[in-house]
């Protein structure tokens, strides 16, 4: 036993273990303290670097006072207020061109003339075959007097004789024959009638060969030439463009199916011509058209202004895009749509875990935000809430709206006034 002892106490002293020591026990105590204090420490640093990383900060913008003007837009072209197609009825060579583009004309005034060679012999042989039908009624004519009196005479005859002579046989052939030759004096009338009326055709062929200007104004277009070859078997052909009066046009746009209904005749608006950048000119609606038009699945209907172009600034066939004017509202309280768009952040909620790491816990998530979709959808669309921020925190406020421009929507009802903040936007720090 004293071997024993001796050689653990040997063993104690040769390794300098002292089994007693009380410094030893608190400098471990002190160590493991130290420790958890430097863990806690750092956890709290990395939360609350999380915690500034993902605070929410908010954008507002103020309600205003003012006015509001509620515009539709459309795009179209310029016409002019009566355009006129002068083409030919008749085929033939274009002789002489009398006017040219931007020619002013007059009604009457001649612009073209075709070559007559052909026209003129057709008239002249229409003139002989009337007078020829003319002569054949009077042949016709003289033949009807010469067998009613001829069947007079057989009629005296048979008075005289009492009926015995001539025979019944030849009185009806006498009646027969003046039938006859009435007949051929109406035929010969009609075909008279029928010369008469190619003449006429003739003549006016001749007569269309000079081509006339039918209205006051401008030449647009000119689509011939001296010497030209015009036909006009099938289809009359256009030679001239003619626009009545510049200084008033037409600006016809098409109107979206979703704005149609809040255009109206006698609305003001405004349009603008790549021409004329810096140039606003302004026009009135005149006529809404029911027709509709389908162009690559979209329905627009064709809505036409008028325009004053007293300068002749404007010219047939321009693009414009025109601002039409549907509703004006003045001294009104004015929201931003930014505003009614925004929807408040809800912090996420997670569910406790019983089995985390120890990790874990030390170092928890930073809390996490996500958009909140709104959820409730009341019946009336003009019913909506905004926010503005009170002690730093979101406060909803409910409002009425009215019209709107797309920018700014007015409000009818609610609790806000002119210089009020709300908010339009969040705005993540540290980003």
């Not at 030759?181 to 001749?206: I, Y």
């Not at 004017?325 to 875990?353: D, M």
């Not at 009215?402 to 993540?428: H, N």
């Amino acid at each position: 036993m004293k071997s024993k002892k001796d050689t653990g106490s040997d063993i104690t002293q040769t390794l300098g273990i002292n089994q007693g020591s009380v410094p030893g026990k608190r400098l471990k105590r002190w160590l493991f303290v130290a420790a958890l204090i430097f863990v806690a420490v750092t956890a709290m640093i990395i939360w609350r670097q999380a915690g500034k990383v993902n605070s929410i900060r908010y954008k507002t913008q103020e309600v205003q006072r003012g006015n509001l003007t509620v515009t539709v837009t459309a795009t179209g072209t310029l016409e002019p207020t009566n355009q006129v197609e002068v083409g030919s009825e008749v085929s033939g060579i274009i002789e002489t061109v009398e006017v040219d583009y931007n020619d002013r004309v007059k009604v009457g005034q001649i612009l073209a003339i075709l070559d007559t060679s052909k026209l003129k012999p057709k008239v002249l042989e229409s003139k002989a075959a009337l007078e020829s039908a003319q002569a054949m009624v009077l042949e016709a004519q003289a033949t009807v007097r010469e067998r009613r009196n001829e069947l007079a005479r057989l009629k005296h005859v048979r008075e005289l004789s009492d009926g015995k002579v001539p025979s019944q046989h030849d009185m009806d052939a006498a009646e027969a024959a003046l039938q006859r030759a009435q007949a051929d004096e109406a035929s010969a009338k009609a075909r008279v009638s029928e010369a008469q009326a190619t003449l006429e055709a003739n003549e006016s062929d001749l007569a269309k060969a000079v081509i006339y200007s039918p209205i006051n104004g401008i030449v647009l277009r000119r689509s011939v030439e001296p010497g030209q070859t015009v036909a006009a078997s099938f289809q009359t052909p256009v030679l001239f463009t003619l626009a009545e009066d510049l200084t008033q046009m037409e600006l016809h746009v098409d109107v979206d199916e979703a704005d149609v209904g809040q255009v109206k005749e006698g609305q003001e608006a405004t349009f603008t011509v790549d021409a004329y950048p810096d140039r606003t000119f302004p026009a009135r609606i005149i006529q809404v058209r029911y027709g509709s038009r389908e162009v690559e699945g979209v329905i627009t209907y064709e809505t036409v202004l008028n325009v004053n172009n007293s300068d002749l600034s404007l010219r047939p066939g321009m693009t414009a895009t025109a601002d039409i004017t549907v509703q004006k509202v003045e001294n009104a309280i004015l929201i931003p749509n930014a505003a009614l768009r925004f929807s408040p952040p809800a912090r996420e909620k997670e569910a406790p875990s019983a089995g985390g790491s120890v990790i874990s816990k030390l170092f928890p998530h930073p809390p996490r935000f996500r958009s909140k979709q709104r959820e409730e959808v009341t019946a009336d669309k003009r019913q909506q809430r905004v926010w503005r921020l009170q002690d730093g925190q979101l406060v909803a406020v409910a409002v009425t709206t009215g019209a709107t421009d797309g920018i700014m929507t007015e409000v009818t009802s609610g609790d806000v006034e002119p210089g009020m903040a709300l908010v339009v936007d969040t705005l993540k720090a540290g980003r």
